[in-house]
Nanobody
Framework: QVQLVQSGGGLVQAGDSLGLSCVVSGRDLSRLTMAWFREAPGKAREFVARLDHTGGSALYSDYVKGRFLISRDIGKNTVYLQMNNLKPEDTARYFC??????????????????WGQGSQVTVSS
């Protein structure tokens, strides 16, 4: 059973940086496609970033490209989301997700079997 435990998040001001962590247990990262999604009140769930099972290919939504970085530490079996130059519109609950599928673009929430508990990120203007 794959389990994802998130940490990080909080309240920051526009322009600040913040990091999220996601510790994975039950499966090595080399066998998982990892991603981050976010949900804001009144808005649809939104894809943020994805890292393939090799760790060599990352994909970002246009909203965060150039500001956010998804990375991983194989030794710690942990995935990170570094968020820079945060904007009020980045305010949302962020979820770490994992899929045992290693093929395809995997940018829809329904394609990921495992979800973390979520971390609130609030950006004030």
């Amino acid at each position: 059973q794959v389990q994802l435990v998130q940490s990080g998040g909080g309240l920051v001001q526009a322009g600040d940086s913040l990091g999220l962590s996601c510790v994975v247990s039950g499966r090595d990262l080399s066998r998982l496609t990892m991603a981050w999604f976010r949900e804001a009140p009144g808005k649809a769930r939104e894809f943020v970033a994805r890292l393939d099972h090799t760790g060599g290919s990352a994909l970002y939504s246009d909203y965060v490209k150039g500001r956010f970085l998804i990375s991983r530490d194989i030794g710690k079996n942990t995935v990170y989301l570094q968020m820079n130059n945060l904007k009020p519109e980045d305010t949302a609950r962020y979820f770490c997700v994992a899929s045992e599928s290693t093929y395809g673009t995997l940018t829809h929430g329904g394609e990921f079997e495992y979800w973390g508990q979520g971390s609130q990120v609030t950006v004030s203007s």
